[in-house]
Antibody, heavy 121, light 109 residues
Framework: EVQLVESGGGLVQPGGSLRLSCAAS????????MSWVRQAPGKGLEWVAN????????YYVDSVKGRFTISRDNAKNSLYLQMNSLRAEDTAVYYC??????????????WGQGTLVTVSS | QSALTQPASVSGSPGQSITISCTGT?????????VSWYQQHPGKAPKLMIY???KRPSGVSNRFSGSKSGNTASLTISGLQAEDEADYYC?????????FGGGTKLTVL
């Protein structure tokens, strides 16, 4: 059974840093692109970042470029999101998701339960 | 990187059909048959309902169907049931980025 379990969320002051983790199991982690998607309270889904199987390609939404870094450790079946210079508008539930990406398909077929990040003084 | 456009809300009675639209541009929805749809119940993670524009994952009811015309993708739910009440999001590949729609709240009357 595919499982994605996020951790690392919490309360952080503006300008602070936080590192989110996503532990994957039930599939060959190193064979899949992975994504982070966030959802601000009462708002819609917003894509944050993608990372290729070997970490050689990474893509970010403009609003987090230069502040967030997506990474992975295939030996540990883990996905990470390092978040620096956090702002109030980064407050959201952060989901990790497995991304199916090919010429014919582009979709997230499994999602974690999410971890809440609150940026506030 | 503008979000895809969805109606904020739609409603229907049990047994009826509804359609949710998702409008993008020729750079995203119109360029690729790579639209997916997600269902999200309150406090839960999103669930994949449609991928590659019209395909259903295993376990998703055939009451859910997807289509696309030009820059607009659509999700149709037939035979509405109470458990279909949820938020629905479309998503499209857009080159080096990913776009979600703003979400549509479906109310089953």
């Amino acid at each position: 059974e595919v499982q994605l379990v996020e951790s690392g969320g919490g309360l952080v002051q503006p300008g602070g840093s936080l590192r989110l983790s996503c532990a994957a199991s039930g599939f060959t982690f190193s064979s899949y692109w992975m994504s982070w998607v966030r959802q601000a309270p009462g708002k819609g889904l917003e894509w944050v970042a993608n990372i290729k199987q070997d970490g050689s390609e990474k893509y970010y939404v403009d609003s987090v470029k230069g502040r967030f870094t997506i990474s992975r450790d295939n030996a540990k079946n883990s996905l990470y999101l390092q978040m620096n210079s956090l702002r109030a508008e980064d407050t959201a539930v952060y989901y990790c998701a497995r991304l199916r990406r090919s010429l014919s398909g582009y979709y997230s077929d499994y999602w974690g339960q999410g971890t809440l990040v609150t940026v506030s003084s | 990187q503008s979000a895809l456009t969805q109606p904020a809300s739609v409603s229907g009675s049990p047994g009826q059909s509804i359609t949710i639209s998702c409008t993008g541009t020729s750079s995203d929805v119109g360029s690729y048959n790579l639209v997916s749809w997600y269902q999200q119940h309150p406090g839960k993670a999103p669930k994949l309902m449609i991928y590659e524009g019209s395909k259903r994952p295993s376990g998703v009811s055939n009451r859910f169907s997807g289509s696309k015309s030009g820059n607009t993708a659509s999700l149709t739910i037939s035979g509405l049931q109470a458990e279909d009440e949820a938020d629905y999001y479309c998503c499209s590949y857009a080159g080096s980025s990913t776009l979600f729609g703003g979400g549509t709240k479906l109310t089953v009357l």
